[in-house]
């Protein structure tokens, strides 16, 4: 069953993890050993899509979609929300389909950064492998790759890895709070049993 507490637990520990990556070789690192990056990283990408995840199954309760629970993703509860409805719109931006799609033209705009996210967190939880580009002698020492699907590892982003993974954490928390509290509503979040 989906509630706020949910998404927003989600959002609160994934800022956690952020926070913790913010305070490690001062936004470079490639001086912070693997093991100690690799965790934070996992969980931060872990918790930041399960919000998204838990905001699909809190809109399905609302409207009540889909009745099987185990069958609620974001996908299919965009799916069952009509044209025009903004949960579907807003809900598909957060959760985008990337399986062999390229990556979208400004990689920097809000729809290149959802559009990473999920790459990224594919990439650091289900694959484990590193989502960093290292520079030596140029700024920034420490990048995102752009398209982490990319086996030549060649392209990292212009910007600061924490730079960047604070915007991310701020595109999904400020879209979750948008469809909680502007969308659905205070009526609903007065019947969400606690």
Known sequence: MGDTRGVRNRLLFAKRR?????????????????????QPLQEFFFH???AIEFLAQTINDARQLIRDEEAVTPNRVCQKLANGDPMR????HLHPQTHHKPLP????????????IILLRNRVCHHGRN??????????P???????????????????????????????????????YDILGQSYLDNVSV
Not at 18 to 38: A, I, K, T
């Open 105 to 116: 033209k400004d990689p920097y705009s809000e729809e290149g950064s959802h559009f990473r």
């Open 89 to 92: 719109t807003i809900l598909s």
């Open 18 to 38: 952020l926070d913790e990556l913010s305070r490690m070789g001062g936004g470079d690192f490639g001086v912070v050993p693997e093991e100690e990056r690799q």
């Open 131 to 140: 989502p960093f580009h290292f520079r030596r002698g140029s700024e920034p």
């Open 142 to 180: 420490c990048s995102l790759f752009l398209d982490p699907r990319d086996r030549q590892e060649k392209e990292g982003s212009c910007k600061p890895a924490t730079e960047e993974l604070t915007l991310f954490w701020q595109l999904v928390n400020d879209k979750c709070e948008h469809i909680l």
């Open 48 to 50: 930041l899509v399960g």
